[in-house]
């Protein structure tokens, strides 16, 4: 069943209708409906264990196949994150990263880098930063959109971040869960811009063993209310589960288990586990959306 026919239309047309202008995050889904192709949107804590370590990583995941990236702005108080990522952001702290100095190491990728970036944390560190301050650098370092998982949709209006985001062309992401009533779906919908994230699974994050056996019904009900672009994330670990989810939604989240690689990793064979891992999980997708193609 389609709401008013708007999941019928091509995605393009559905982001106009809602006023949406085509920045990175657009044009990349543009191009992989194009392709017949479904999104992989990668997560790692900037700072994890350094700086110039997250700039390099940067680089090898838009050469191995990432199409996104989240870039964890690392808190002393992760309360929604598992002990893999809550592990990375105490070592982030612990090397001296702050967001003034995440924002720079945006701009520095930036020079040679394409990925749309969205910086994914917690509230109190924009707070603390300025909330108008944080969007225009944001904006200016060439970052693509936010997500706030302590900021709820009228929280984030009534902050200032949405209208301020919109302004300055900046997409302000929210979460959507298996507890999200309709209430609670029509309201980020109507608020989000980019795509919208929906958390499979309650609780925090962390690699799972197993896809929710209801994803796919909890996934349509909320692809029937939008025409934003739908990704899907927490406990995704390989890439047979990537491309198993790939299939219901726009693009999929990986986070947990590639944050893990720099717990157990340093330097080059860091870069070369990243690259291994995000090239397999990348045609894991891809091979799920073209036999999907192929059984339309």
Do not use: H
């Not at 019928?8 to 990349?28: K, N, V």
């Not at 309709?182 to 925090?204: A, D, H, P, Q």
């Not at 690699?207 to 406990?235: C, H, M």
């Amino acid at each position: 069943m389609k709401t008013d026919g708007i999941a019928e239309r091509p995605l393009a047309g559905r982001l106009r209708e809602l006023g949406y202008d085509m920045g990175r995050i657009a044009e990349t889904f543009k191009e992989l409906r194009k392709k017949g192709d479904k999104g992989l949107v990668t997560f790692i804590t900037a700072g994890d264990p350094d700086l110039d370590t997250t700039a390099e990583i940067i680089r090898e995941l838009e050469a191995s196949g990432a199409d996104f990236l989240e870039l964890g702005i690392p808190f002393s108080d992760p309360m929604a994150d598992g002990p893999t990522i809550q592990l990375a952001s105490e070592r982030a702290l612990a090397g001296g990263a702050t967001l003034a100095r995440i924002l720079e190491t945006v701009r520095t990728v930036r020079k040679d880098t394409r990925i749309p970036i969205i910086l994914m944390g917690y509230y109190n560190p924009v707070f603390a930063y300025g909330t108008e301050r944080f969007v225009a650098d944001a904006v200016d370092a060439g970052v693509d959109g936010v997500i706030l998982v302590d900021l709820p949709p009228e929280e984030a209006a009534a902050e200032g971040l949405t209208p301020l985001a919109r302004e300055k062309g900046l997409d302000v992401i929210f979460l959507l869960a298996p507890t999200s009533d309709e209430g609670r779906i029509g309201k980020v919908v109507k608020s989000g811009r980019g795509f919208l994230y929906y958390v499979s699974v309650t609780g925090v994050t962390g690699a799972r063993k197993e896809v929710s056996a209801s994803l796919d019904r909890e996934v349509e009900r909320v692809r029937n209310a939008t025409g934003l672009p739908l990704v899907v994330g927490f406990g995704i670990s390989d890439p047979g589960q990537a491309g198993a989810v790939a299939v219901l939604g726009d693009g999929v989240v990986v986070g947990s288990a590639l944050v893990k690689l720099f717990e157990q990793y340093r330097g080059n064979e860091l870069k070369q586990r990243v690259r291994g891992f995000v090239s397999g999980l990348k045609a894991g997708i891809s091979s799920a959306a073209a036999r999907e193609k192929n059984e339309l």
